[in-house]
């Protein structure tokens, strides 16, 4: 008798102990159900409340113009361009003070009387919410911006020493 191979039964049950058996790929039920972002969904709910007035639940101030109503400061701000002058002594900050009102710039103050990193006039650059040290960031982000020629600016104290702080932008 001739040997012509396995025969096709004999093939199946050596295939099947060979490779596990595995299903076509199918998409998962839920994938189906899943709908793309639109651009109003990605959008930040803070404007997107704006555009429609939209003010969100149980809210009874009204959203347009609130910065406005407030004395110019925008209380929604999420990131501020900040400057400051730091100062370990108190004497120091004082005599920074007295130059500011008299009326010299902020940035050439900063320059002059500034004790840390940030000697470029004093500017931190932009920062977020959560990015400054939390007495730093409570008079920051209450500020109004202003310019180095006009500056309006707060005092606060914290770890690091004596900050004299202005904001020159907001978003």
Known sequence: MID???????????????????????????????KPPTKASMTPKSKAAEKTGNRGKGSKEPTAGAAENSGGKAKGAQ????????CEKHAKKEAALAKLREGVKFDEVAREFSEDKARQGGALGWKTRGALLPEFEKVAFELESSTTG???????????????????GRK
């Open 4 to 34: 012509d191979g396995p025969t096709s039964q004999q093939e199946d049950q050596h295939d099947s102990l060979r490779r596990p058996h595995r299903p076509q790929h199918r998409p998962l039920p839920f994938a189906t159900r899943i």
């Open 79 to 86: 990131s501020i361009n900040v400057r400051h002058i730091l």
């Open 150 to 168: 006009n500056p309006k600016y707060a005092e606060v104290k914290t770890s690091e020493g004596y900050h004299i702080v202005m904001v020159e």
